[in-house]
């Protein structure tokens, strides 16, 4: 049920029936407020899906809004997906990053770690991010941060984010035309493209990394590349997520040519799911390939066939693909004796 991208099956089953933290890290892009260039969430209050995502994950209702978030083809957020092997096999914990939202989650008992960000600003008009400082405290937070469980699955929920990674990725050299995966079934490449090429108009031969990240990035990228070169391989950590996950991994790799370092990444890996490695419009693969270091990536071997739900259909037609670590969550409940049969129960009982 848990499939190879790259590598070998050695590092997840070593993983078989260990405890798990299970990590998010949230954020907000002013990018997301372009009209039509993402449907993770509600139109008019895409800020709030972070927020939403993550009072559902923990406590299975949302209380900053009515109703859970989904796009306006009706396409329920990953969230669910995740919720689901959380009641089936819970998590040990669940802590969740604020790297700058709109608004804060209404969680009263959860570990939520503040660092004291403001969202990033639209990528066209300059993102206006203290990367440097960003990446500090992230490695700082890396270097001090004790997991008391086995391992990390580190999930993400950032609407807009494929577009802020893809551009991230085209700043910092790679060729990536056709790779970063959407929300959309159908991709909108004329409001992606050009918000990326405005962006990239505002980047300067002279310009170091930290400068381009500050440009053209989001938080959540530079913040878990400086995380995962903080724990420096002392604690194993999946990173649950698809195309924008790869960037994190980009963003090591080009960090780690500037200041002419090397990363052991025997305990890294990337885990996302069968709707990122099948779509045609993105190619994981290959962005993971295009790290000079080696990273064990799968994919979780799910899908909603065995559902009548015309919301649930929509992802096995292509619409939101992954998201809120929901393939990192499916990889944790296979490891643990879940099926799809129990999955898809549990998810569609959410629903009703």
Known sequence: MIKNITGNIDFIENLRGKKATFMLALSNTHTANI????????PGMLHLTPTLDSEFVCLGEVRSLDNIAKTPKGVPTPALITRAVHLLHPYSRVELLDLGLEVSPKIAYAKIHNFDMKPSRRIDDGAGIEAMEIFQKAVAFGQNYKCQDDYIILGESVPS???TAKATAMALGYDVENKFSSSFKDVPDDIRTSTINDALKRIKKDDDIFNTLSSISDNMLIFNAGFILGLNNSTPIVLAGGTQMACVLLVVNSILK????????????LCTTKW???????????????????????????????????????????????????????????????????????VESFLQ
């Open 35 to 42: 009209p039509g260039i993402t449907q993770a969430g509600i």
């Open 161 to 163: 984010g494929t577009t």
């Open 258 to 269: 500037q200041m002419e370092g090397s990363i052991e990444t025997s305990n890294l890996s």
């Open 276 to 346: 990122v490695n099948e779509d045609k419009n993105s190619d994981i693969e290959a962005l993971i390939n295009m790290c000079d270091f080696k990273v064990n990536t799968y994919y979780s071997d799910f899908d909603f066939s065995l559902s009548d739900h015309p919301a649930l259909k929509l992802y096995d037609e292509g619409e939101a693909k992954e998201g809120v670590g929901a393939g990192g969550a499916l990889m944790y409940g296979f490891l643990n004796g879940l099926s799809k049969e129990m999955i898809t129960a549990k």
